[in-house]
């Protein structure tokens, strides 16, 4: 039995029903023996007066839901505090003063109002209006606290997904299918061209160094990008040979615009990745802006990699982030060319 009563006792829902029950019938029991502290007091009358405070506590709560949605705290918290102190004191009122109109109307000698009535309705009105100005206030404080509480939530949750997506790039440049066929690159390189070897540890090292410095970073330059990005399709051009070109036309002040780091690479990798690449299949990735307010990044479609399942993860990644992190959305256009809009950003 003390089982079942802590778990219905520890059950939100039922915290605040009996929370709003016990407030409102003490508040509503201590104004009737305020009203008539000179007089005799009834015990029924009492009991009456209570349950008419669990009313008011239950219209109080559940109107402020109805209030916020046309008069939100965010927006105007002044106006909003003065119209629920009205609201509450006005509905109050007439909810108090219908109910002692009818008890008295009910009762064969009227105890509440048979001495002074007038004495009686002022001692209400102060108390109603006073009780509305303090719960207000309260509720403010309430509601900005859990306000507040539900942003800290909501940053760190934002901070964590954004996490998971830069680890998810992060993951996606140092998988070991990369380093494995940049090692057999490298291995070959060393019996036929010493000096093209050397530039290609070189490129590797830019490479890897600049994911692990800019890894924390949520945006990085266009310009930093690029630099990075021509690293790495030095990397993969060694591999496939000319048939792999890279043709880079951005004006100088989009140097200088962000993205999220790895976008680039990212792109280049998922056209290498879904393209034959041959003398005979010669895959073009053209980097531009084409239309204002984006970065461009379009290749060419040639023979279609066998065995190769488009999940777009790279590409949900990438729009994830753009989302995440500027509040704007990639576009992705795949016609006789393959095209990703990104937007720029200041």
Request: charged fraction near 15%.
């Amino acid at each position: 039995m003390k089982l079942i009563s802590e778990a219905i006792l520890y059950q939100p829902t039922m915290r605040k029903h009996l929370g709003l029950f016990f407030v409102g019938f003490l508040l509503g029991a201590a104004t009737y023996g305020f009203v008539n502290f000179s007089g005799f007091q009834h015990v029924h009358e009492m009991v009456l007066s209570g349950l008419l405070g669990v009313v008011l506590g239950y219209v109080a709560h559940f109107s402020n839901a109805r209030i916020n949605a046309f008069l939100p705290w965010q927006k105007q918290p002044g106006f909003r505090l003065l119209m629920g102190v009205l609201f509450h004191f006005g509905f109050g009122a007439l909810l108090v003063f219908g109910a002692l109109w009818t008890y008295g109307k009910l009762q064969a000698v009227p105890s509440l109002f048979s001495e002074d009535p007038n004495d009686v309705l002022a001692k209400i009105g102060i108390l109603l209006c006073c009780t509305a100005v303090l719960y207000n206030i309260f509720y403010f404080a309430i509601h900005s606290y859990h306000q507040y509480a539900k942003g800290q939530v909501l940053e760190l949750q934002l901070e964590r997904k954004r996490t998971q997506l830069q680890l998810s790039a992060l993951k996606s440049q140092l998988s070991p299918h990369f380093l494995f066929n940049s090692m057999n690159i490298l291995s070959s390189l060393f019996h036929k061209d010493i000096g093209m070897a050397e530039s290609f540890i070189r490129s590797l090292g830019d490479s890897y160094q600049y994911v692990l410095n800019k890894y924390d970073d949520p945006l990085v330059t266009v310009g930093e990008e690029l630099t990075f990005v021509e690293a790495y399709f030095f990397l993969i051009r060694t591999r496939f040979g000319d048939g792999l070109t890279l043709d880079v036309q951005l004006p100088s002040w989009v140097l200088q615009t962000r993205m999220p780091p790895l976008t680039l690479q990212m792109l280049v990798e998922n056209a290498v990745k879904h393209n034959v690449v041959g003398p005979d299949q010669a895959l073009e990735i053209r980097l531009g802006t084409p239309r204002p307010g984006a970065l461009s990044v379009t290749n060419n479609k040639t023979m279609k990699r066998p065995n190769i399942d488009s999940l777009e993860i790279g590409l949900r990644n990438i729009g994830a982030r753009y989302e995440l992190l500027a509040r704007k959305s990639i576009e992705v256009i795949d016609t006789q060319d393959f095209t990703v809009h990104l937007p720029l950003i200041p």
